[in-house]
């Protein structure tokens, strides 16, 4: 059974920083591209960042320079590390499992606040 699960979200003021992680089971995490998503209010689910099993990484430009995603394949976990965090960075932010083979897995999800 392939198990996704975020932890570290919070509500956090303008400026500061947070770490998310998602522990995965379940996958040879290793073969795995990961990725984080988000979802705001009324919004859709937008690509926040993305590690393939390389280490290669792509952002979305609005945080480009402001988050970094890391994995750490002998603990099968992936982090994002949020810095300068904007109110506009509110939002659920969902872990992602990506493999030609299996296909794509998800978490159930962390919600990130930022506000004053």
């Known amino acids: 059974q392939v198990q996704l699960v975020e932890s570290g979200g919070a509500l956090v003021r303008p400026g500061g920083s947070l770490r998310l992680s998602c522990a995965a089971s379940?996958?040879?995490?290793?073969?795995?591209?990961m990725g984080w998503y988000r979802q705001a209010p009324g919004k859709q689910r937008e690509l926040v960042a993305r590690i393939t099993l390389l280490g290669s990484t792509n952002y979305a430009d609005s945080v480009k320079g402001r988050f970094t995603v890391s994995r750490d394949n002998a603990k099968n976990t992936v982090y994002l590390q949020m810095n300068s965090l904007k109110p506009d960075d509110t939002a659920v932010y969902y872990c992602?499992?990506?493999?030609?083979?299996?296909?794509?897995?998800w978490g159930q999800g962390t919600q990130v606040t930022v506000s004053s």
């Open positions: 992602n499992a990506d493999y030609v083979r299996t296909g794509t897995f």
């Open positions: 379940g996958i040879n995490f290793s073969m795995y591209t």
